[in-house]
């Protein structure tokens, strides 16, 4: 049978390249979105529908007329807007979430995935971080997180719905936002491949819990394909690895030695930084559906430059 995907935030970092992974002879992939995309960057045999995620109308439409087997939500102000705008923010992130799980019961949704995220902790965190620390987030982009993790808690043991998510730390990744000060760790290879110095916002020192991009999709389309009886949990932390900034640049020299950097820490990012936990214990996902980051420091660097030098040619 046919598997009908639906991704909001269509046209994000996330979700364009999930959609490439999703798409195949027995599948549909619906990106939606509120922004007009470039027709480049919509993957191959896709269809992109253009909406605001807040209007319950639009929503309702779009469940009618494509009946969606699975939901992944990745539409999600980011925590930058979400200050300037609060209610906005509780708006999109939290507001039209709930819409979405109660459109996904109605219409039979086989499976929801969230994308939670490490922030949702707050601070004053130990380490390793474990996974059912207290959360306590000090902004509102991680309250609205943790309000989708209890709301699809609810909406899976009292309703059934299949409401699965990870916490993601840092991810690094070639479509990051480039206005995103605390994604320094993804501009920091763009900037080298095309040949400019690069000055990071944070110590030398500054290490917090990172994923590469790859090691992410793999692990949600192996997440929402795992049976069932063998999760343990709706939430599951994921982690990568730990590098330091100065370690960043060190590797990206081994392969790039002309690479010039320096640091110049920004208060506002090391306020952010400071509150991630440099390692964050993923074992239930480990034992319950098989988690295992792929890439390191090294070989993460390695195939990203390489990416990063076959799409920007110096």
């Known amino acids: 049978m046919k598997t009908t995907y639906l991704l909001t935030g269509g046209n994000g970092n996330l979700a364009r390249q999930l959609a490439v992974e999703l798409k195949h002879e027995n599948s549909l992939v619906i990106l939606f979105d509120i922004s007009s995309p470039d027709q480049r960057d919509i993957p191959v045999g896709c269809e992109y529908v253009q909406g605001d995620i807040t209007d319950q109308e639009v929503l309702l439409s779009l469940f009618e007329k494509y009946r969606p087997n699975v939901v992944l939500h990745m539409a999600s102000l980011l925590s930058g807007s979400s200050e300037t705008d609060r209610r906005r923010a509780w708006e999109i992130n939290a507001g039209s979430s709930f819409n979405l799980l109660e459109l996904s019961l109605k219409y039979g949704v086989k499976c929801f995935f969230f994308p939670s995220t490490v922030v949702t902790y707050g601070k004053d965190l130990v380490e390793p971080l474990p996974e059912d620390f207290p959360q ?57 491949v095309e040949g400019r110095p690069f ?50 640049a060190s590797a990206i020299q081994k392969i790039l030695p002309g690479f010039s950097f320096s640091f110049s820490p920004d208060p506002a990012v090391l306020a952010i930084t400071n509150g991630i936990p440099v390692a964050m214990i993923d074992q239930s996902a480990r034992d319950d559906w098989g988690w295992n980051p792929r890439y390191s420091l090294e070989t993460m660097t390695e195939d990203f430059i390489n990416e990063l030098s076959t799409t920007y040619p110096s």
């Open 199 to 248: 000055v990071f916002p944070v110590k030398e020192t500054t290490a917090v819990s990172t994923i590469y991009v790859k090691d992410v999709i793999r692990g949600i389309l192996q997440f929402i394909q795992v049976p069932d009886e063998k999760l343990t949990r709706r939430v599951y932390n994921v982690h990568g690895f730990s590098p330091g900034a100065r370690s960043i």
């Open 136 to 192: 306590w987030p000090e902004s509102i982009y991680g309250a609205t997180k943790v309000a989708v993790e209890r709301a699809g808690h609810y909406f899976h043991t009292k309703h059934g719905l299949n409401f699965r998510s990870v916490r993601l730390p840092f991810v690094i990744s070639a479509y990051a936002p480039k206005g995103a000060l605390t994604a320094y760790a993804s501009h920091v290879y763009r900037e080298a």
